[in-house]
């Protein structure tokens, strides 16, 4: 929404009645504001979504697998690409390899496209851990460019790492 300048004015004239009311140890004067400043963002927590193009730098190097999926289940069709080799070894982005292991994951209670915050869920109830990092740099080389991790657990057994790339999975 957009707000007026009354707006901030009534707003602003309740925080004063309010700390003036709850007798605080001073008085508040709106006249005495010079400036007042309002930054305004739309948050966007980091999750994956559909299918998109790695940099050709990644691309080149044939990893991770880039599943071309058109839903928002990029993250768990990732997780089934590390662990299944589609049986004739061709087509390894294509979604279809991998639905029907869709079956193995227990993924109650949780929502896709899968936000970071919620893969420590996913792992407790898969019994392996994921990794996730991502890339800033050049589309076309690594030169100058940085990996970050961005989600990483600690423990035993099996490790799935994946590249959060432009909101997608690989």
Known sequence: PIYSESDFSN??????VHYNNNRMSYVFDVG?????????ANFQPIQGSSH???PKCIQAKKCPVNVRNTDDKCFLWSVSAAQHEPANGKHRDRVAQYKLHEGEYDVS???FPMQL?????????????VHVYSYEGSPDTFQNSKVSKLCHSEGEGETI??????????
């Open 11 to 16: 707003f602003l004239e309740e925080v004063k």
């Open 32 to 40: 005495a504001i010079k400036q007042f400043t309002l930054n305004v």
């Open 52 to 54: 998109k193009p790695l």
């Open 109 to 111: 209670g949780l929502a």
């Open 117 to 129: 915050k919620d893969i420590s869920r996913f792992e407790a109830k898969n019994g392996f851990r």
């Open 161 to 170: 790492k994946l590249l959060l790339h432009d909101g997608h999975y690989s």
